[in-house]
């Protein structure tokens, strides 16, 4: 939440202090997406003597993920000692526990996906969710109910599970009381239809973003631009980015610019076949 307001437009791999005092360290572990494995089934007991347990009925297929980068705001990271891992798949996500909101002071200021915080919006703040994701939250004092959209990280309060905007807060009864027991439920990525029908769904694609190949790192910058400059020129866009490894500035060239992990991936063994044999796909986002 409001720590990472400090924190994103860094987004680097190190310690930082971020607004409000907090410690923040973004990891670099793990680098890509990979679907967990399903959990072994449990196997069927019977409750009548002499009679066979009854077979259970196998779940569904779960949608097939590929492996991908890691965007920015999915990586694990660490606020003063405690670790946090996002969810990549909200499916499924039921949790209760205390909520609270945050208004005015954040107002204008940039939540952890890089939008602008609009305490107006129906907005929510939460430690692990896919930021984007829409939550019906339930008031469990009053009953009462309202969908808000994951855009924010937070908050980091003991027994807190979501932080809500002022709006949201507002229309559930909360701004009074500053805090409520809440039930939060994941619904999925909004779609409107032609007929302005809301629905929530999972993504359509995993795979899709904007990847890039690095193909090089380089200590001095000079190699890395003229580098750079070619590939612009071959493959019409390129970047160079800096970073520190034990103590050493990198100047690491990318070059091309991919709409899907597959784009990315089949650039990649292209690269490699022209000799850039370390070369590697990452997210631009």
Not at 155 to 161: I, L, S, T
Not at 175 to 182: D, I
């Amino acid at each position: 939440m409001k720590l990472f307001r400090c924190l994103f437009p860094l987004l680097l791999p190190s310690i930082l202090v971020a607004c409000g005092g907090y410690d923040v360290r973004v990891l670099d572990e793990p680098s890509v997406y990979r679907r967990p494995p399903a959990a072994p089934a449990l196997p069927p007991v019977s409750t009548s003597p002499g009679i066979p347990a009854p077979q259970p009925t196998p779940p569904p297929p779960a949608t097939a993920v590929p492996d991908r980068p890691l965007r920015p705001w999915e990586k694990p990271y660490v606020v003063n000692g405690e670790r946090f891992d996002p969810l990549l798949d909200h499916q499924g996500f039921v949790e209760e526990g205390i909520a609270s909101w945050y208004g005015a002071d954040f107002h204008g200021k940039k939540t952890s996906n890089g939008e602008i915080y609009d305490m107006h919006a129906m907005t929510a703040a939460h430690k692990t969710l896919p930021l984007g994701v829409w939550v019906q939250v339930r008031n469990l004092k009053t009953g009462q109910e309202q969908i808000l959209r994951v855009n924010d990280r937070g908050p980091f309060v003991a027994g807190r599970v979501i932080d809500l905007s002022f709006s949201g807060a507002k229309a559930l009864g909360l701004v009074g009381p500053g805090t409520a027991p809440v039930r939060v439920e994941a619904l999925g990525f909004q779609a409107i239809d032609a007929a302005g029908r809301v629905s929530y769904q999972a993504p359509p694609r995993y795979d899709l973003g904007d990847f890039s190949i690095q193909i090089g790192a380089f200590s001095l910058a000079a190699n890395a631009q003229k580098m750079a400059a070619e590939m612009e020129r071959k493959h019409g866009f390129a970047s160079v980015q800096t970073g520190m490894v034990n103590g050493t500035m990198f100047h690491r060239v990318r070059a091309g610019k991919y709409g899907s992990l597959a784009e990315a991936e089949k650039a990649r063994q292209a690269f490699d076949s022209q000799g850039y044999r370390n070369c590697f796909v990452v997210s631009l986002d």
